[in-house]
């Protein structure tokens, strides 16, 4: 239903405010907007057609500002002040998406650049070349998203210019296989598919047979 779409873009709008750094007043309107379009039980595209934009300022926590952007959608199926939020606040996207990736909430950014723990500056040329790499935010994001998967698994460390190095070979890029091991009291265990039994290899390299319940093997992730 059209009342979730518009919903959806202003909750991003109050997202994109968070990350630019707009007033919490700003932020929770866009949001309280979302949420009374969320729950509203008429389509608001006949509430429009029926009372025109007076009908959608009657709603509670919509003003005239947003009854607007919502008429605008209902007419364009496009909001112009979130396609231009978008662009203005794309690098600072790319930025923020790059340290949710390596488990940093904005907030905990804002507070680390704050402290200067961060130096925000610093990422913003790469982001910019990754932005005019990848040609959009999103394919941006995913390529990081790749790229932090793949170094995650192999517990390695990388940046946003890691995504350049990397870029002709994202498709190929696949997390490390993760093995897990049976063990039994700290002692690799081995499957006879010939016995169709377990076996215990000792300390010495002797194959004992497991003879206890397989509830108590121990899988472990090697590599």
Do not use: C
Request: no cysteine; glycine share 4%.
């Amino acid at each position: 239903m059209i009342n979730k779409e518009i919903a959806k873009i202003f909750n991003s709008i109050a997202e994109l405010l968070e990350i630019k750094g707009d007033s919490a007043f700003r932020i929770n309107a866009y949001k309280k907007v979302g949420k009374a379009l969320e729950v509203l039980q008429i389509d608001i595209t006949e509430l429009y057609k029926e009372k025109g934009i007076k009908g959608i300022k009657e709603i509670k926590d919509i003003g005239e500002s947003s009854a607007k952007k919502i008429e605008e959608y209902i007419k364009k199926q496009r909001i112009k002040y979130f396609e231009d939020l978008q662009e203005e606040t794309s690098i600072r996207q790319i930025i923020t998406h790059f340290f949710k990736s390596k488990g940093l909430s904005l907030q905990e950014l804002k507070e680390n650049a704050k402290k200067r723990k961060i130096i925000y500056s610093r990422f913003t040329k790469p982001a910019k070349q990754l932005l005019e790499l990848a040609g959009s935010i999103e394919k941006s994001k995913e390529a990081i998203d790749k790229v932090a998967i793949w170094a995650s698994s192999r517990k390695l460390d990388y940046t946003i210019e890691t995504v350049f190095k990397k870029w002709l070979e994202l498709d190929r890029l696949k997390p490390k296989e993760i093995i897990k091991k049976p063990f039994y009291k700290g002692d690799p265990m081995i499957w006879s598919e010939a016995k169709r039994k377990w076996y215990v290899i000792s300390k010495h390299g002797e194959w004992l047979l497991f003879a206890d319940k397989e509830s108590q093997i121990e899988w472990k992730i090697i590599g």
